[in-house]
């Protein structure tokens, strides 16, 4: 199941990538169904199945056929602009199955989510309940709240995908929460459910996790003997992946998911327990495909230059992260260099100081982990078109899930 070698050539489960990118041209990226379904399907076991909701953090990968497959497994989803919640509409979501997110909401963004009944906003700020209840009222509506705390935990991750700590812009101190909570008559068209948190992504080390449950345990104690009641706690996304080994089963890349679930049932099991996980359910779904272009030597530094770019997948220019190279063809001699895309930026880098297969113009390599935050976070920089996803079929089909761009589509927006 998945990617793996057969006679020396990597495939998407039965399927040989030099047939892919011969029929789809390339950069490319590939999703694997079967890995698809078996992470859901270990969410569903550890989540779902003890009681817990879970919302899909479409931001991962919004891509509807994605997004369908898991309604299926009885996930609902995590959004955070209007332009979700239209591709949730499309992909099959009632609004009862979709809770709204993020630092920033519009005015629009509040009033077409209260329109589309959605089932809870997570609200961040003080000025964003004061809009949401404006709202509410003009629309003579209620709307229902889990309001979003600032825990002051160190998620032990990336500087850039912390949310937890005091010094990141997400959600409210435990003071300000308990105020509003307290005062909560002063809203009459909201109505207060619970908390929510989400102290960052990539997080591979659980005891985060189980510091924010203890936490939780702590502080909701705290607002009962206050005498606010609360019904839901959201306990946010943030599953880390393994993208070192990035071909290995879920459960080996985040072993601690059923601790995780035993342990938040456990001590705050008296609330209805939410998740919202994105990374952990497509990261390892998804490799980019691409084409080496050539090789070349600037004194002593090697570098391969392919014809995927940082705007099919940003996250090592961005966060210096880690995407695991593999020639389609297996490959005896490896050299010291970096992979890099076409684009005018010297941070243009899929793979720095590797090790790499002595590849050739023409190759196929894949690039690993690009199911989440890969496509979702692609641009048109260089005014190079998005590029296509194709899905490889349980059945052993292949079809395209998003196709490439046109230059057309791109050139569109600029006849004003
Ligand atoms: N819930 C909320 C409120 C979030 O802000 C996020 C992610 C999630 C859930 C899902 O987190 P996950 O399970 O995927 O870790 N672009 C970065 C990741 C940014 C995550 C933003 N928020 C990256 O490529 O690593």
């Not at 609902?76 to 499309?90: F, R």
């Not at 003009?138 to 600032?150: I, K, S, T």
């Amino acid at each position: 199941m998945g990617f793996s070698y057969r006679h020396n050539r990597l495939h998407c489960d039965e399927v040989d990538f030099q047939t892919l990118a011969r029929q789809y041209g390339t950069p490319v990226y590939v999703y694997s169904e079967s890995i698809l379904r078996r992470n859901a399907e270990v969410i569903k076991t550890c989540f779902i199945d003890d009681g817990f909701d879970v919302s899909y953090a479409m931001k991962a990968n919004p891509n509807p056929e994605i997004l369908s497959l898991f309604k299926t497994y009885g996930f609902g989803v995590d959004i955070v602009s209007a332009g979700e919640l239209q591709m949730a509409h499309y992909s099959g979501f009632k609004g009862s199955e979709i809770n709204f997110a993020g630092v920033g909401k519009t005015q629009a963004e509040l009033k077409l989510a209260l329109e589309n009944e959605i089932d809870h906003f997570n609200v961040e700020s003080q000025f964003e309940l004061d809009q949401l209840e404006t709202q509410a009222a003009l629309m003579g509506r209620q709307a229902r709240v889990l309001l979003r705390l600032n825990p002051d935990i160190d998620p032990q991750t990336h500087p850039h995908i912390s949310t937890g700590l005091k010094q990141n812009k997400f959600g409210m101190g435990s003071e300000l929460v308990s105020h509003i909570l307290t005062h909560a008559r002063e809203y009459p068209h909201i109505q207060f459910d619970g908390l929510h948190c989400h102290i960052g992504s990539q997080i591979t080390n659980p005891q985060p996790f189980l510091d924010l449950i203890d936490y939780l345990q702590r502080y909701t104690n705290e607002l009962s003997q206050s005498g606010v009641k609360l019904s839901h706690l959201d306990l946010g996304g943030g599953f880390g992946v393994n993208y070192e080994n990035p071909f290995e089963d879920i459960l080996t890349t985040t072993p601690y998911l059923e601790t995780y679930a035993k342990s938040a049932k456990a001590k705050l099991g008296r609330y209805k327990l939410h998740i919202q996980p994105g990374r952990v359910l497509v990261a390892n779904s998804a490799v980019l495909l691409s084409r080496v272009l050539g090789v070349k030597e600037n004194g002593d530094h090697y570098f391969v230059v392919i014809d995927g770019a940082t705007t099919d997948l940003i996250r090592p220019a961005l966060y210096n992260a880690y995407h695991h190279i593999s020639p389609c063809e297996r490959k005896e001699n490896t050299r010291l260099g970096d992979v890099v895309g076409p684009v005018c930026e010297s941070s243009d880098v899929l793979a720095k100081n590797r090790e790499l297969p002595e590849f050739n113009s023409d190759d196929l390599l894949t690039v690993a982990s690009a199911g989440a935050y890969a496509s979702s976070m692609g641009s048109t920089y260089n005014l190079r078109p998005r590029s296509p996803e194709i899905l490889v079929g349980v059945d052993g089909s292949t079809r395209l899930i998003r196709r490439r761009q046109t230059f057309e589509e791109m050139t569109t927006l600029y006849q004003i």
